[in-house]
Every structure is written in C-alpha cells, then in structure tokens.
C-alpha cells in the first residue's frame, strides 16, 4: 500500500513542482502585493484593502474598471454568438460524408489561429484603413460603398470590429475541437438512424448535437477564460490606450496601463495587482459557476 | 481651453478616415503629398528628409495679435554627476565636453531635429532644423505641461490630455468639457504652489 502511494507522489511531482513555481506561487504573491501599497521612493508598506477600496470608490479607478468589466463581457458576448456558431457550423460541415477537400479547408480555416496576433492586427489595420486599406474598394465594388466607415476609429464600432477580428483568428479552435468530437461519434448510430428515415438535418440535432454538447460546454469556458485573459490583441491594434475613449479597454489592456503606465503615467505595481487579482476572481466565478451549475447538469453518454 | 476649442476645428480638415489613422499613416500621407501641414515637432525632421521627394518647412505657432509666442522647449532636462561616484574626474571631463561647443556642434548636426542643452550658437546644416532654432529668438520658451511633476498623480494628466484631445477632434467632446475635465482632473490631487 506505501509503495503504491509513493508512485502516485512520484508521477504527480513533475507537474505539481512546476504548476507550483510558476503557476500558483506568482499567482498567490500578486495577490498578496495587492494588499501592498508603494511609497514615491518605492518601498512598499502594507496597506490592508485601500488598493480595493480606491478600485471601487475613487472614480478615477471604479469608471475605468467598469468600463473595462462590461466591454470584456462584450468581447466575450460576441465570442459566443459568433465564434463558436460558426465553429460548430464548420465543424459540421467538415464532418460530412461527402465532402472533397476536406483536409485542405481545415488547414485553411485553422491556419490564422497559428499566426501571430500581431501580424494578424497588423493585416487588418491594412485591410480595414481608410487610407490604404481594400476594405473599402471592395465594398463599393459591390455596391455598399456607402456603408464603409472607419470601424476601428469610431467608439461605437472599434470593439465590435477588434471582437470580430479576434473570432477570425480563432474560429479555428472551437471548430477542430467539435470536429475531433464529432467524428468520435459511432457510425453505427447515424446509420441507424438513416436507415430509420432520418435526414442529414435531424440526425444533426438530434443525434450528433447532444452527444458533442460536453465539448461545446468546454469550448465554451476555454472561450471565457481566454477572452478574460485576453490583452495582445487590443494592444497590437489601439495600443494602451485602448481608444478611442478607451472603447475597447478590457480587463487585460485596463491591466497592462495601471501596471506598467502609460507614456508619462507611472505604473502603480500594487494597483496594478489589485486590477489583476480581480481578473482572476472574474475567471475563477466563472469557471466555479461552470463546474457547479453547468457541468454537473450535462448528460454523458457512454458509447 | 482656447488651445482645445483650435484643436476642435482641426477636424474638419483632416482626411477622410482619420479616426483610424496613426502616427506613420500621417507621415506617409505628408511624404506622399497628401498631406499639406503635417503637425509635430522638429524630432520628424529626419523622417521626412530621408523619405520626401520635395521641399518642406517649418513654421511655429501663430499666436493671437497682441499675445506672446510660446514654444514648448525641454526646460526640464537636466545632466548631473552622482556626488558617490568613484570617477568624479572621467565624470567632470565627460560632462565639461557634453556642455562644450564642439559637442553641440556634433549633436545638433548628425541629429537634425534635436538641439543640444547647450547655449552655444550652433551653425546648423540642416534648414528645416535652422528655421525650429530660430524659433528661439522669436518666441518664448515654456515648460511641456504634462511633464515632470503634473503626470506624477491620479488621474494622470497625460493620459488624460491624449484622450481628451482625440475626443475634441472627433468632436465628440466640446472644448468646454474637456477643458473642465482635465482641470478638474487635476484640482482633484494638485494645489498650485505646493
């Protein structure tokens, strides 16, 4: 019985040592700085809750941390709507029968997510420029030349627009994903069903969709989780400030300029992990709300 | 608040788009000619000589009739010696060169566009950088607002002074507001004459 304890201390080491290193003691320390306040000399004092309560009560911090929390859940909103629909609609299509090419369209589709975000950001900017970008030609080529505008200057289209790029990107993961659990679906059953008279429709959704629906609930906390991390992006495309009127500030841009500044404004280290921390209460809600409310509830079944 | 209510009527005069437009988009619209003032300050003047095919100027700001010209001069920078160094000697002769004439000469000449500390006549080769230099005899020299101590608070005037801007030219803000923003801004931690 000892022996085999130890071999389960022996397999787990590895993992835990460097989860513990570089995961959850620098995780642990910023929250613990947090709770820190900096002179003007740098020496730090501890300062209980006053990085918290200037967060949420001086409005030079609470407006700017709202702001950055609701635009996230915007960025996150359009993830959901678009991204992953998308995803399951390829994936779908990859996984039909009689379908040439398949190996092509999925390197294809799969291909941006690879790219670095910065060139990525870099494109679009060019593409969409009023300037130099195509965007516009080929709109008036097919007549809505009217509708062109500068989305990623105006404050009411930029996040939409950086959202849309961002699902660009990444519509490659929740589809190869889906797709990976689509084909583990048995034959037999689909042939069964075919055989019953069902068509490529309701087998779809009422065979295929609720044996995946365990990855779309994965695809979807992974989606959460990235999003609420999400910063390079935003930062490649409008910089720190996150503009225009810091439209598309989220919690990683709001970070990136409380920690290391901006131009002529100091980066606060404390504050900046105050900012952190609450990124990583946001994620942690979310994820908990997930495995207790969600997970438990899906249907699992064994094949 | 008159700079920022100027500041309002630049928009009309910029390019279709110029909400998405950033830094090197506005200097190659200028070095293409499509751009006929292009706004910033004599540390371009290297850019544009390496990439236009044309002529260009400088002119300063236009004050108002009756009003004094300003220009926003680096008032702030300064060089010293740490009094713990253990080279005091290498550290004197280094600096007795950097406030030399021969050094503003070399500085100012293969650095057109940025102007030594110094106060030593330098003869520029560069025209462009001539005609910011001799902007010094006509105008008055100022401090940059948002520097040293006014950015040190929170909010930081800076970050604020970037925003605003960009909202009067959008025209989504009124002078008059960010004028009031920022100045309330920076009455919320800064007392004059502290």
């Known amino acids: 019985m000892t022996r085999n304890q130890s071999h389960i201390w022996i397999f787990l080491a590895p993992a835990v040592l460097i989860y513990s290193i570089f995961m959850i003691y620098p995780l642990l320390d910023s929250i613990r700085l947090s709770f820190y306040d900096q002179s003007e000399t740098g020496d730090l004092s501890f300062a209980g809750l006053v990085n918290y309560v200037a967060l949420f009560g001086d409005p030079n911090w609470s407006e700017p941390f709202w702001n950055a929390l609701i635009n996230n859940f915007k960025f996150f909103a359009m993830h959901m709507l678009v991204q992953n629909p998308i995803g399951l609609l390829l994936a779908a299509i990859l996984s039909l029968p009689k379908l040439s090419g398949r190996g092509s369209y999925r390197t294809l589709i799969f291909m941006p997510t690879m790219l670095s975000v910065v060139i990525i950001g870099f494109i679009w900017q060019l593409i969409l420029s009023p300037l130099w970008g195509v965007a516009e030609g080929l709109m008036w080529n097919v007549g809505l030349g009217d509708y062109y505008n500068a989305w990623l200057g105006e404050e009411g289209s930029a996040l939409i627009t950086l959202s849309l790029i961002s699902v660009w990107q990444f519509v490659g993961i929740p589809m190869m994903l889906i797709y990976a659990a689509l084909l583990n679906v048995p034959e037999d059953l689909t042939e069964a069903a075919l055989i019953d008279g069902a068509g490529h429709w309701s087998i779809f959704w009422r065979i295929k969709f609720p044996l995946i629906l365990p990855t779309i609930a994965m695809v979807s906390i992974l989606t959460f989780v990235a999003n609420f991390n999400a910063f390079d992006l935003i930062y490649a495309v409008k910089g720190t400030l996150a503009g225009p009127n810091f439209s598309t500030d989220i919690m990683g841009s709001f970070f990136y300029r409380t920690f290391f500044g901006f131009q002529l404004q100091l980066g606060s280290p404390t504050m900046g992990a105050t900012v952190a921390t609450m990124m990583f209460l946001v994620i942690l809600i979310g994820v908990m709300g997930y495995l207790l409310l969600i997970q438990r509830r899906l249907t699992r079944y064994s094949l | ?194």
């Open chain 2, 1 to 194: 608040m008159d700079t920022l209510a100027e500041l309002a009527r630049w928009g009309e005069y910029l390019g279709k788009g110029f909400k998405a437009q950033k830094y090197p988009d506005s200097q190659n619209l200028f070095t293409l000619g499509r751009g006929a003032i292009y706004a910033a300050g004599s540390w371009d003047i290297a850019t544009f000589n390496s990439q236009a095919d044309f002529k260009f100027g400088a002119f300063g700001p236009l004050p108002a009739k009756g009003e004094d010209c300003y220009i926003s001069d680096h008032t702030d920078i300064a060089l010293g010696i740490n009094p713990k160094t253990n080279n005091m000697d290498a550290a004197k002769t280094f600096l007795s060169w950097m406030a030399s004439a021969e050094f503003a000469d070399i500085y100012a000449n293969s650095l057109p566009g940025f102007f030594s500390l110094s106060n030593h006549e330098v003869k520029l080769s560069d025209p462009v950088a001539q005609e910011f230099v001799s902007l010094r005899g006509k105008c008055k020299s100022t401090i940059r607002n948002s520097y040293q101590i006014l950015s040190r608070g929170t909010p930081n005037l800076e970050t604020e002074l970037w925003n605003a801007s960009v909202q009067v030219i959008n025209g989504t803000m009124t002078p008059q507001d960010a004028a009031k923003k920022l100045q309330d801004g920076l009455d919320s931690w800064y007392k004059p004459g502290m």
